[in-house]
């Protein structure tokens, strides 16, 4: 059996969290799981609302939040909301560059702690007493990015979700340029902006300066100064700075527990998951130049080392997500298309290229071409794994998921 944990709000906006668990069958949709009548419901108890989480609530795995500003009466605009995994240091940063925000909107923070062993909840709670809005702190004891993601969805009925990472820097007008398209367009559902990278190094002569696919591996994110749909291009916003109308939220789902970062692990494709169910039921998203952001890129992530492992588990994940959705992005269906092994035969086809290519690259001493044909040989390598270990297809691959009350 396969234990799956909910969460709920158990008494209001500023009531605290409860965690409810319950037992599905092991083949069972997990967004699906997520969203069923729950078996049983353990209810927090604390001494009022700006009490915090203590060491004994995050071993029972409970969760809890923190505020020190008065009850939010009115429906909010939008919810910054951040998941963090032992980046204390860098979320503190990530934080401050959020106090500068300067909009008309009615706004909150809330940062999800995924069972963090740093200080990050002092990293949060040493903050709130200044914040110039509500922030507030969850701890989510359950590993998984995605477990994460949706327990910040499950806190907040903020109109837009404003989706960011804990080591970023913000400008003052991000917010606002992230949410002011949905807010003038009823038509927009989404919207996603540029991720410029902070190096803690130098790039490395191998990572070429066009920023192809391989600056994917380090979360950087430039398609150019004009304003474009993202179904006419057929692209997708980064996790690190997307914003998301709540009402599609609603309608098609929250993150896929099965994907995603999962503590020291590179699975991933939970936003490229949720876009898939999003292109389903006719989402717009558009891409905003002005609502760019900084991402910090570490000296450890610019290695060869890290991008080929980053490589294999951007297959493997692939292999997953393609399990519930065989219509990829470019309108492929997958399970039409010949295969070997249940790998599709023109990967393959390309696999043999790229080893071709790797050889040809030593030949000319092309260190460039060389990383990018071993990436995608890594890449092969980790989709051939996902589509041997990937358990069966769910009956449904879209579960709306429930608003919180």
């Known amino acids: ?133 509500r922030l507030r702190y969850l701890f989510e004891p359950r590993q998984g990015k995605s477990n994460a993601l949706n327990t910040g969805l499950e806190a907040t009925d903020a109109a837009i979700v404003v989706f960011t990472d804990d080591d970023v820097r913000v400008g003052e007008g991000w917010l606002e340029a992230s949410c002011r398209p949905m807010l003038d367009d009823p038509t927009i559902d989404y919207t996603g902006g540029p991720v410029l990278p902070i190096w803690e190094r130098p790039r490395p002569s191998w990572l070429d300066s066009t920023r192809s696919d391989l600056w994917g591996t380090l979360a950087i994110l430039d398609y ?72 910090h890129v570490p000296a450890r992530r610019l ?29 492929i269906d997958l399970s039409r298309v010949p295969t070997i092994a249940r790998v599709p035969r023109f990967m393959v086809g390309s696999a043999v290229r790229d080893l071709g290519g790797i050889v040809l690259a030593a030949l000319t001493a092309n260190r460039v071409e060389a990383m990018r044909r071993a990436a995608m040989l890594c890449y092969f390598a980790g989709y051939v794994m996902g589509v041997r270990s990937a358990p069966a297809p769910p009956s449904r691959s879209v579960s709306p998921k429930s608003s919180v009350a």
Request: proline residues 6%; hydrophobic residues 40%.
């Open 1 to 133: 059996m396969l234990k799956v944990i909910t969460f709920s709000v158990t008494a209001g906006r500023d009531a605290p969290v409860g965690l409810v668990g319950e037992s599905c069958p092991p083949h069972a949709d997990p967004i699906a799981a997520q969203t069923a009548s729950t078996a049983a419901e353990i209810r927090t108890s604390t001494s009022g609302a700006n009490a915090l989480p203590s060491d004994k609530d995050e071993q029972a795995g409970r969760l809890q939040y923190c505020s020190a500003v008065p009850p939010v009466d009115e429906l909010l605009d939008a919810t910054v909301l951040i998941c963090t995994y032992n980046r204390a240091h860098l979320l503190g940063e990530t934080l401050d560059s959020l106090r500068a925000t300067r909009t008309s909107l009615r706004w909150d923070v809330i940062v999800v702690d995924n069972n963090s062993a740093d200080g990050t909840r002092e990293a949060v709670t040493s903050r709130i007493a200044e914040f110039p809005v």
């Open 224 to 295: 150019g100064p004009d304003r474009f749909v993202f179904e006419e291009r057929r692209r997708v916003p980064l996790g690190a700075n997307m914003a998301v109308r709540r009402q599609l939220i609603d309608r098609i789902g929250g993150f896929d527990p099965s994907l995603g970062r999962n503590g020291n692990s590179l699975l991933g494709q939970e936003q490229a998951e949720f876009f898939c169910r999003s292109r389903i039921v006719g989402a717009r998203g558009v891409y905003v130049p002005q609502a760019s952001l900084q991402h």
């Open 303 to 331: 290695t060869r080392e890290y991008f080929l492992r980053w490589w294999y588990w951007k297959g493997v994940s692939k292999a997953r997500l393609e399990q519930r959705h065989p219509v990829t992005e470019m309108g």
